[in-house]
């Protein structure tokens, strides 16, 4: 007896469109099958940083990234790879990513923070020895960085801080016009309240915890603010922050040691930036390290491809307090986790998915920006540590609007063309007739920019802000100095054309730089001194410094050739009320 498959007998009952449409049917419920589990596998990636979260904190792994040594993060990437997806953790897809066009050049930038450390520790002994050479004691730590103004000013001499001189001396002792309700940012007795929620960025807040709660502040004391909170009250009309405010100290300690509860990706700009919110709700800046302190621009860099560097962040913010500008918000180094403190509490998914582990067995990413961000420019840790930059955050747009400037002296930003100000030698008559730099002290406030840029070398100032509030009354603030001490073999003399051009400066300002240009106040030393306090010191190369004394020497010669010129009174504009000695200016 023959017996006829299931098949056989439908192509002789139907023929053979009966069998093709089975054919057909059996096809679709195959797509449907895949789409399906297409679908649940980007559901469980998902949901796979929040799960991972809750095994974590169910398990008690919480504190600092400094209890768990790099090697055992390491080692934890490894299991993850062999064991798959028996434990929560990062998906097989990412791990197994060993790409092949990753740079082990030992000169690019993906290996310098290696190098970097290697030369770390013995930078900061000959800093130290420096130091102690020019009579200053090796106890810095516990001495600190602005002396409280009760203090009798006291001769620079051996075991003296010079730091602390400096600002002991006169220039150094003007006290801002006396601040009335409309000079301040925020007035803590009206009816503000300052929920730490508000000062989120809105474009992310989706990022942060949900289920986290809110502490509330409106009806606390100010001393029991946040120092993040106590910064933003104290910005006014004159300054980002007064001279002897002890929350700009403790806001530095905090940039390094608040846990970090949550990181995103900055969107614009065109190099990668991470917004980092710690768990008191504070938030900083964060620019990872991508060139070691020796490492100068290359000579056929154009200033606007060239790298942002975290050191110049951190040297910016103690050149500007130097300066007595204190225009600049408080930056500080640190030493980040990369795994426990970045990709472990991120919820940017276009972040997450770019972390890779390199064939040195380091972790690394390159997140999404228009230059630099591929696996070629990928910031790679050993095997998990990187060094970076944080800049404390200014109140939130919704709170305190602040208003963008284009810099009269822009540049191009173009490989041939040339901006005005370059042909034209005439060029300051003419911003000089246009608002706001008709009237008020806006373009004396662009002199004292011109010369900060200068001191670091820095050519990237297209913009620059100011608070909406206080109108044209008011100091342009210092923002984004990743592009300064780039090159410490060449002065950029082009970055001096404003003041050139002009031929204006504040009294304050050219006292200030003739104190900082003799030997006992040297601008180099000082800075060196003020550096040494940073977290991740030595912040700059040897020759940056003494680049600095020499830039400030052009700058000095700048004037006096203005001065001869055009006049001492109609180049050097008085902004003290009386006299120096009476601690009152116009700023």
Known sequence: MIFASPESLLFLIGGPWTMKMILVRKFRVL?????????????????????????????????????????????????????????????????LRILQDFSSDPSSNLTSHSREKLLGTSEKAEAFKRLEQNGISRDLGHKPLIQDGSLDAQPVGKGRSKLAAL???????????????????????????????????QDW??????????????????DSYPNWLKFHIGINRYELYSRHNPAIEALLQDLVSQKITSVAMKSGGTQLKLI????????????????????????????????????????AFH??????????????????????EIRDVTRDKKLWRTFFISPANNICFYGECSYYCSTEHA??????????????????????????????????????????????????????????????????DIMDMTIFDFLMGNMDRHHYETFEKFGNETFIIHLDNGRGFGKYSHDELSILVPLN???????????????????????SHLMEESL??????????????????RRLRIVLNAVSDCIEKDGYVNVVENDFDTDVNTITTKR
């Open 31 to 95: 797509i449907l099958m895949v789409f399906l589990i297409a679908c649940t596998m980007h559901i469980m990636i998902d949901l796979l940083p929040k799960l991972e979260k809750r095994a974590a904190r169910t398990e008690g792994k919480t504190g600092c990234s400094c209890a768990h040594p790099p090697s055992e993060e390491a080692q934890g990437w490894g299991k993850q790879r062999t064991k798959g997806g028996s434990e929560p953790g990062w998906p097989n897809k990412h791990t």
């Open 167 to 201: 600002f002991e001396q006169p220039l150094y002792k003007i006290a801002t016009p006396e601040l009335a309700e409309e000079d301040v940012l925020f007035n803590v007795n009206s009816d503000i309240r300052f929920n730490p929620k508000a000062a989120e960025n």
């Open 205 to 222: 807040q989706n990022e942060g915890n949900e289920d986290e709660e809110f502490l509330p502040t409106a009806e606390t004391a100010v």
């Open 276 to 315: 980092m919110t710690f768990q008191n709700y504070g938030q900083a800046l964060f620019k990872p390290m991508k060139q070691t302190r020796e490492q100068e621009t290359p000579p056929d860099f154009f200033y606007f491809s060239d790298y942002e560097r975290h050191n110049a962040e951190i040297a």
């Open 319 to 340: 050149l500007d307090r130097i300066l007595d500008f204190r225009r600049v918000p408080p930056v500080a180094g640190r030493l980040v986790n990369m795994t426990r």
């Open 379 to 444: 910031l790679c840790g050993k095997p998990d540590q990187i060094e970076g930059s944080l800049a404390a955050f200014l109140p939130d747009l919704s709170l305190a609007k602040r208003k963008t400037w284009r810099n009269p002296w822009r540049r191009s930003y173009h490989k041939r063309k040339k901006a005005e100000w370059e042909v034209d030698p005439d060029y300051c008559e003419e911003v000089k007739q246009t608002p706001p730099y008709d009237s008020g002290t806006r373009i004396l």
């Open 501 to 523: 051009q002009c031929c204006r400066i504040r009294k304050s300002t050219y006292l200030r730089l003739q104190l900082l240009a003799k030997e006992e106040y040297k601008l």
């Open 532 to 549: 040494l306090k940073d977290k991740v010191a030595p912040i700059l190369y040897q020759l940056h410094l003494e680049a600095m004394d």
